[in-house]
């Protein structure tokens, strides 16, 4: 894999463990022995959902969403779309979103919706990373594993033109791709 691309490290692969398993503690704090449907949101949060529900103690099932809205470039067209949606029910369900990153907002938004419409019992949302700065619409969140600053990262599940998802740990991506955000 050419790396040349890659600037600094921003969570090496301990920090994110370390994180993961308290965020895992305190899912299964709140869940107890309630049963959970966690619902990721492909491509992004494989990882982080595969990590996370293994320190989950609550029964679960998971399954995915997939939205996309970034194309090819690091700039959000601030136009997601869901291309495939879960065929588990989610009605009556206390359902647990799981996300990457939370940016601007909408691909979360529009994947929350979506939940909704099925009525679920309870829908709470756990992002990996959260790049506040950027929202330009409200989503709640229960969980967030990391603030992180206004610049784009790759690693652990999140990509450039689809390269360095299989990264264990998160790192910034160098100029030029930085440039026009
Ligand atoms: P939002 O709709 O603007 O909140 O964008 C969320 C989606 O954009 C995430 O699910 C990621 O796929 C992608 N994204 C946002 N920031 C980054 C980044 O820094 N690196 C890689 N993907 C990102
Ligand atoms: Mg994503």
């Known amino acids: 894999m050419?790396?040349?691309?890659?600037?600094k490290i921003l969570l090496t692969q301990a920090?994110?463990?370390?994180?993961?398993m308290e965020l895992g503690k305190e899912i299964s704090l709140f869940y107890r022995a309630e049963p959970v449907t966690v619902?990721?949101?492909?491509?992004?949060?494989?990882?982080?959902?595969?990590?996370?529900?293994?320190?989950?103690?609550?029964?679960?099932?998971?399954?995915?969403?997939?939205a996309e809205s970034y194309g090819l470039d690091t700039a959000s067209s601030g136009i997601p779309r869901l291309t495939l949606t879960t065929k588990?029910?989610?009605?009556?369900?206390h359902v647990l979103l799981v996300e990457d990153i939370?940016?601007?907002?909408?691909?979360?938004?529009?994947?929350?919706?979506?939940?909704?419409l099925e009525k679920p019992r309870s829908l709470r949302t756990c992002v990996l990373l959260d790049k506040k700065d950027r929202r330009?619409?409200?989503?709640?969140?229960?969980?967030?594993?990391?603030?992180?600053?206004?610049?784009?990262?790759?690693?652990?599940?999140?990509d450039y033109r689809e390269r360095y998802r299989n990264l264990p740990y998160l790192a910034f991506l160098d100029e030029p791709w930085e440039r026009g955000r």
Do not use: C, H, M
């Open 2 to 7: 050419a790396e040349k691309d890659l600037g």
């Open 15 to 20: 920090d994110i463990e370390r994180r993961v």
């Open 39 to 66: 619902v990721g949101v492909l491509k992004g949060a494989v990882f982080f959902l595969a990590d996370l529900v293994r320190q989950i103690e609550s029964p679960l099932t998971y399954d995915f969403f997939q």
């Open 88 to 93: 588990t029910p989610l009605g009556d369900r």
């Open 102 to 116: 939370i940016d601007t907002g909408f691909t979360l938004k529009l994947v929350r919706e979506a939940v909704l």
């Open 136 to 158: 330009q619409t409200d989503v709640p969140l229960d969980w967030v594993g990391f603030p992180i600053p206004n610049r784009f990262v790759v690693g652990y599940g999140l």
